[in-house]
């Protein structure tokens, strides 16, 4: 890629036409792959992913690699969540899914022997402290037995935190076992809003858990956020983001509430009419925007701030920037080997999902296979709008003539279609056009999933219903 332009819009021109986004405001795809996970296939299967991994080693891969571990148990359920979990407090169901869990481990670790240098750790969910200090530690174990992995100082190991699950005590634990960076949940400090989403987290707990990373040595503390939730109001988050920004965490992550009941069971107990306007909603997202701005973090783009001196802000400022299944990283050469039930692993010119439900995941675990249901083997078409997607999506701007020295085509002729298209975004003031680059607007950032749709060819083909969240 040629090297990115010291353009960078100043965070002070943010502004919005709120009929324009009203118009623009459309169900799309969030791009944390391309192509989206709605396109994947049964007909991919284990033996597919095994070619895939083959490939790579064919190829001589030197990337270090990315681990996904995904727990999925939670003793409560928070009606707004989407995410693949098994509400439980029975820690049997912990205990057997770990049996099965290290044993997929191991079935990966022994695919990548000799290239299993390991430089990125997530352990996510559900809530992955569901698991005892006993139970973490074995598979922290059984992982470092498996895999080579990088030093700490080097390596980025994350784990998302509940603070209603954990001690401060927990947190120096965690840390003690290799974890260098936290992601804590908190969705909104208003005790308002957490009844209506059942998530009672009282902010001294939120805190004392921050104070207790810092006391440990965590190398970042992120927080995530939610607007858009039932009972919430401009003031109310105004009033959030305050303590948010006193406790200066290194990363936040404010995500857009998606309200689709017609999936996620949970969210059926939500009542539309406690819900925010769509008007109430884009302005918590602009005061969202202004305050963390105005507070000296870093618009990394879609729902993620960091401070300019976080890896984040920094790889961005490079063009290093990666976008994954979990959001933005810096880690962008490294294939993702993801673990654990309904765990989507990216690997060379593939993806792949693992079964959804425990039962399956058992099942194909006994049988001697990887638990994979289905994925997706890229194209040379969907890897060469791959490559654009991620670099609209890090970068804001893209160089045609960059993508025409990694792929064979003339950019303008492929895409005369796509062009077409972007000039009338162009004319809404949400891209510019000139020979040598595509820049997105700050403008434009808001609506970056509008921009990179424009070149999502299965969006054109319409082959399948949209199950997808609004864009704004």
């Known amino acids: 890629m040629l090297n990115s332009r010291e353009s960078s819009p100043p965070v002070d021109a943010v502004s919005y036409d709120v009929s324009l986004l009203r118009k623009l405001n459309q169900l799309g795809p969030r791009y944390t792959?391309?192509?989206?996970?709605?396109?994947?296939?049964?007909?991919?299967t284990s033996a597919d992913y095994l070619q895939a991994v083959a490939n790579r080693r064919d190829m001589g891969a030197r990337h270090a690699l990315s681990l996904y571990v995904h727990i999925p148990f939670c003793d409560t359920i928070c009606y707004y969540c989407a995410c693949n979990k098994v509400v439980t407090r029975n820690l049997g169901k912990a205990a057997l899914y770990l049996t099965y869990l290290k044993r997929e481990i191991s079935m990966q670790s022994a695919l990548f022997q000799g290239m299993n240098q390991v430089e990125q750790l997530h352990f996510g969910g559900g809530t992955p402290t569901f698991l005892t200090d006993v139970q973490m530690t074995d598979l922290l174990e059984h992982l470092h037995g498996s895999f080579q992995f990088a030093p700490d100082g080097q390596g980025e190991y994350s784990i998302e935190v509940d603070p209603r699950t954990v001690t401060p005590k927990r947190i120096v634990t965690l840390r003690r076992q290799g974890f260098n960076r936290l992601s804590l949940g908190v969705q909104d400090f208003d005790p308002a809003v957490q009844k209506a989403v059942n998530r009672i987290q009282p902010e001294e707990d939120t805190l004392r858990i921050i104070d207790a990373a810092r006391y440990a040595?965590?190398?970042?503390?992120?927080?995530d956020l939610i607007y858009g939730l039932p009972k919430q109001n401009v003031i109310s988050m105004a009033q959030t983001l305050k303590k948010v920004i006193a406790a200066a965490p290194d990363r936040i992550a404010i995500y857009s509430y998606a309200h689709m009941p017609h999936l996620f069971k949970p969210q059926r107990r939500i009542a539309d009419a406690d819900l925010p306007t769509p008007e109430a909603k884009i302005d918590m997202l602009f005061l969202c925007i202004k305050r963390l701005t105005d507070a000296g973090y870093v618009y990394i783009g879609m729902d993620h701030f960091a401070k300019p001196d976080d890896d984040l802000a920094i790889a961005q400022r490079q063009g290093r920037l990666h976008r994954n299944f979990q959001g933005y990283s810096t880690?962008?050469?490294?294939?993702?080997v993801s673990c654990g039930v309904s765990a989507i692993s990216a690997v060379g010119a593939s993806y792949s999902q693992n079964e959804k439900t425990l039962d399956a995941y058992y099942q194909r675990l006994d049988q001697g296979t990887l638990p994979i249901a289905r994925g997706v083997k890229l194209s040379t078409d969907d890897l060469l709008r791959r490559l654009i997607i991620q670099r609209l999506m890090c970068d804001f701007e893209l160089s045609p003539a960059s993508i025409e020295i990694a792929h064979p085509i003339k950019f303008n002729d492929y895409f005369a279609a796509e062009l077409a298209q972007l000039k009338l975004l162009a004319a809404d003031?949400?891209?510019?056009?000139d020979d040598e680059w595509i820049t997105v607007t700050?403008?434009?950032?808001?609506?970056?999933?509008?921009?990179?749709?424009v070149f999502d060819r299965y969006l054109a083909l319409g082959r399948s219903p949209l199950r997808y969240s609004k864009t704004i």
Do not use: Q, W
């Open 217 to 223: 040595g965590f190398r970042s503390v992120s927080i």
């Open 429 to 433: 003031g949400l891209l510019k056009l």
């Open 442 to 453: 700050m403008k434009g950032r808001l609506l970056i999933r509008n921009i990179c749709m």
């Open 331 to 336: 880690h962008a050469e490294a294939d993702l």
């Open 33 to 44: 792959s391309y192509p989206t996970a709605d396109r994947f296939s049964e007909d991919f």
